[in-house]
Protein backbone atom coordinates (compact mmCIF):
# COMPACT_ATOMS: atom_id res chain seq x y z
CA UNK A 1 0.00 0.00 0.00
CA UNK A 2 1.46 3.49 -1.08
CA UNK A 3 1.21 6.17 1.36
CA UNK A 4 2.22 9.96 1.37
CA UNK A 5 2.00 11.42 4.71
CA UNK A 6 2.90 15.14 4.81
CA UNK A 7 3.44 16.90 8.14
CA UNK A 8 4.43 20.51 9.49
CA UNK A 9 1.92 22.74 8.02
CA UNK A 10 1.08 25.71 10.76
CA UNK A 11 0.10 29.26 11.59
CA UNK A 12 2.92 31.36 10.82
CA UNK A 13 3.16 35.15 10.46
CA UNK A 14 4.49 36.68 6.85
CA UNK A 15 7.70 36.66 6.81
CA UNK A 16 8.18 33.40 9.08
CA UNK A 17 9.35 30.14 7.65
CA UNK A 18 8.07 26.91 7.97
CA UNK A 19 9.55 22.89 6.81
CA UNK A 20 7.16 20.56 5.05
CA UNK A 21 7.84 17.17 5.77
CA UNK A 22 6.22 13.97 3.19
CA UNK A 23 7.59 10.44 4.09
CA UNK A 24 6.44 7.92 1.59
CA UNK A 25 5.79 4.31 2.06
CA UNK A 26 5.25 1.65 -0.62
CA UNK A 27 7.50 2.84 -3.54
CA UNK A 28 10.81 2.59 -4.52
CA UNK A 29 11.07 5.70 -3.54
CA UNK A 30 14.63 7.26 -5.23
CA UNK A 31 12.96 6.33 -8.55
CA UNK A 32 10.15 8.52 -8.46
CA UNK A 33 10.34 12.53 -9.11
CA UNK A 34 8.68 14.04 -6.07
CA UNK A 35 7.21 17.29 -6.03
CA UNK A 36 4.89 19.96 -3.60
CA UNK A 37 1.96 21.49 -4.56
CA UNK A 38 -0.46 23.45 -3.50
CA UNK A 39 -4.39 24.68 -3.75
CA UNK A 40 -5.43 27.83 -2.46
CA UNK A 41 -8.85 28.76 -0.78
CA UNK A 42 -11.02 28.91 -3.97
CA UNK A 43 -8.74 28.15 -6.74
CA UNK A 44 -6.91 25.04 -8.44
CA UNK A 45 -4.53 23.29 -7.18
CA UNK A 46 -0.58 24.54 -9.24
CA UNK A 47 2.93 22.88 -8.51
CA UNK A 48 4.88 24.60 -6.46
CA UNK A 49 8.28 22.63 -6.51
CA UNK A 50 9.77 19.53 -7.94
CA UNK A 51 12.92 17.17 -7.78
CA UNK A 52 13.61 14.49 -10.02
CA UNK A 53 15.10 11.44 -9.22
CA UNK A 54 18.59 12.70 -10.14
CA UNK A 55 18.25 15.38 -7.70
CA UNK A 56 16.96 17.73 -10.60
CA UNK A 57 14.79 21.05 -9.53
CA UNK A 58 12.69 23.23 -10.70
CA UNK A 59 10.23 26.15 -9.22
CA UNK A 60 7.10 27.90 -9.77
CA UNK A 61 7.84 31.75 -10.11
CA UNK A 62 6.10 32.97 -7.04
CA UNK A 63 7.91 30.47 -4.73
CA UNK A 64 11.86 30.65 -6.78
CA UNK A 65 14.41 32.10 -4.37
CA UNK A 66 11.96 31.63 -1.00
CA UNK A 67 11.15 28.03 -1.37
CA UNK A 68 13.88 24.86 -1.59
CA UNK A 69 12.69 21.54 -2.21
CA UNK A 70 15.25 18.90 -0.96
CA UNK A 71 15.07 14.91 -0.58
CA UNK A 72 16.77 12.59 1.54
CA UNK A 73 16.46 9.25 -0.22
CA UNK A 74 17.98 6.94 2.52
CA UNK A 75 14.75 8.25 4.85
CA UNK A 76 12.28 8.48 1.44
CA UNK A 77 11.18 11.75 2.13
CA UNK A 78 11.21 15.07 0.90
CA UNK A 79 11.09 18.45 1.83
CA UNK A 80 9.91 21.92 1.36
CA UNK A 81 11.87 24.55 3.26
CA UNK A 82 9.55 27.81 2.99
CA UNK A 83 11.04 31.20 3.88
CA UNK A 84 9.73 34.63 3.71
CA UNK A 85 6.28 33.38 3.90
CA UNK A 86 3.22 35.95 2.29
CA UNK A 87 -0.17 35.94 3.31
CA UNK A 88 -0.87 34.43 -0.88
CA UNK A 89 0.97 31.20 0.03
CA UNK A 90 -1.64 30.24 2.34
CA UNK A 91 -2.76 26.92 1.26
CA UNK A 92 -3.54 23.63 1.64
CA UNK A 93 0.18 21.53 0.46
CA UNK A 94 0.27 18.29 -1.20
CA UNK A 95 3.03 15.99 -1.86
CA UNK A 96 3.17 13.92 -5.06
CA UNK A 97 5.08 11.20 -5.96
CA UNK A 98 5.37 10.74 -10.78
CA UNK A 99 7.30 7.90 -11.96
CA UNK A 100 6.00 8.83 -15.59
CA UNK A 101 7.74 5.82 -17.38
CA UNK A 102 5.05 3.37 -15.46
CA UNK A 103 2.11 6.21 -15.56
CA UNK A 104 2.42 5.85 -11.62
CA UNK A 105 1.30 8.91 -9.83
CA UNK A 106 0.38 9.01 -5.70
CA UNK A 107 -0.78 11.82 -3.50
CA UNK A 108 -0.48 12.71 0.11
CA UNK A 109 -3.84 14.01 1.66
CA UNK A 110 -1.96 17.81 1.93
CA UNK A 111 -1.10 19.47 5.48
CA UNK A 112 -2.44 23.19 6.20
CA UNK A 113 -0.24 26.06 5.68
CA UNK A 114 -1.56 29.49 6.86
CA UNK A 115 0.21 32.87 6.47
CA UNK A 116 -1.33 35.75 8.66
CA UNK A 117 -0.65 39.49 7.39
Known amino acids: QVQLVESGGDLVQAGGSLRLSCAAS????????MGWYRQPPGKQRELVARITSGGSTNYADSVRGRFTISRDNAKNSVYLQMNSLKPEDTAVYYCNARFTMAKSEYWGQGTQVTVSS
Open 26 to 33: GIIFNIYA
